[in-house]
């Protein structure tokens, strides 16, 4: 490696904490179905970008980062329906709906890229 911070590395693992904190949140208000749903989405991001890092080739580099990326859409859709919901109470949610909008266009710009250069 190259020394240099990993931005969507070090954000997705962030979002990930925050997700599970989210997590907790939920389960004390008795939330166990949406709660599920984020906690595997939210955490899946980071998971696939750290799969990404390791990739063998360029082909699977993209292909774990587009799964990241088809995670952090899904669990911008739960977070945005956790609060057009009222689901929590007094739970600011627009952080992690910021958050998961940034990952989604950064990864979206790793992508992109990577599609089209000769390097990983």
Not at 8 to 34: C, G, H, P, R
Not at 66 to 89: H, M, P, Q, V
Request: proline residues 1%; hydrophobic residues 40%.
């Amino acid at each position: 490696m190259n020394g240099k911070p990993n931005v969507i590395k070090e954000k997705s693992y962030q979002f990930a904490i925050d997700i599970v904190q989210l997590y907790k949140a939920m389960i004390k208000q008795n939330e166990f179905v949406l709660s599920k749903q984020i906690v595997r989405s939210g955490t899946s991001i980071g998971a696939n970008v750290e799969e990404a890092i390791a990739a063998q080739s360029r082909r699977d580099f993209i292909s774990k980062m587009s799964i990241a990326s088809k995670e952090a859409r899904e669990s911008n859709y739960w977070l945005r329906l956790i609060r057009d919901t009222n689901l929590l109470k007094d739970v600011d949610l627009n952080y992690l709906i910021s958050g998961s909008e940034e990952i989604i266009r950064i990864i979206t710009a790793i992508v992109k890229t990577s599609s089209t250069t000769n390097e990983v």
